[in-house]
């Protein structure tokens, strides 16, 4: 299996609204990333998990929260966003060597998200 | 930090070969990567070339590796309608490899 899969494939929420993106892979990897993509623009790296901590955050707002609850899936929370957080969500995955090398990363298909 | 550049479009006629190029600025990047992104669709990485290499060839892809102007392409081959996409070229770096560092994509259109 070397597929990434996100669930929902599509999210439209009120600025209100409490809601989570799921990322799931079992291909062995022990990091695994969030990040966010604009129209016609290279993804921006939000969070990475490595060995289930996390290990990197890149200065994302606090109504982002992730969560790894075990080396094959993580989460999204998202709660109180702004339209200008609409954007695709891309989770993706890589293999960490014993060297703590992370290697290639593998996407999934990513959650578009609406915020209204 | 690191720079990674690309020219945003490219335009090829069905059956000819597309090259795509990237340049970079940090001889410490270690591994570069091509992903493909077709229109609302996540990213597929296409191929990579670690930094002692100077090609690599898989199927109608061939990357090539210029360490000395840090100059990376990728050519495909035959280029179909279905390669109509946009490609990212990425980088990572031995100081930080958790990171990879983006170019703005090229937006390749596969003309029939």
Redo the contacts between chains.
């Keep these: 299996d070397t597929e990434v899969t996100q669930t929902p494939k599509h999210l439209v929420m009120g600025m209100t609204n409490k809601k989570s993106l799921k990322c799931e892979q079992h291909m062995g990897h022990r990091a695994m990333y969030w990040y966010k993509q604009k129209a016609k623009k290279p993804p921006e790296l939000m969070f990475v998990y490595s060995y289930e901590k996390l290990s990197i955050n890149e200065s994302v707002p606090s109504r982002f929260s992730p969560e790894c609850p075990n080396s094959s899936l993580l989460n999204l929370h998202l709660h109180a966003l702004q339209p200008e957080d609409s954007a695709l969500y891309l989770c993706a995955s890589s293999q960490v060597d014993l060297g703590l090398s992370y290697n290639e990363q593998f996407f999934g298909p990513g959650t578009r998200l609406t915020v209204l | 930090g690191e720079d990674v550049e690309q020219s945003l479009f490219l335009s090829v006629r069905e059956g000819d070969s597309s090259v795509i190029n990237c340049t970079y600025t940090d001889s410490s990047s270690t ?1 570069l ?1 091509w ?1 493909k992104q077709e229109p ?6 296409l191929t ?1 070339i670690f930094s002692n290499m100077d090609m690599k060839q898989d199927q109608r892809l061939t990357v090539l590796l210029n360490k000395k102007d840090k100059h990376l392409s990728l050519r495909i081959a035959d280029t179909q309608t279905g390669d109509s996409a ?1 490609y ?1 070229c ?1 980088v ?1 770096n031995a100081g930080n ?4 560092i ?4 090229t ?1 390749l259109a596969v003309n029939p």
């Design positions: 591994y990567y992903y609302g669709a996540g990213l597929q990485l990579y946009i990212f990425a990572r490899n958790r990171k990879l983006w170019g703005l994509g937006s």
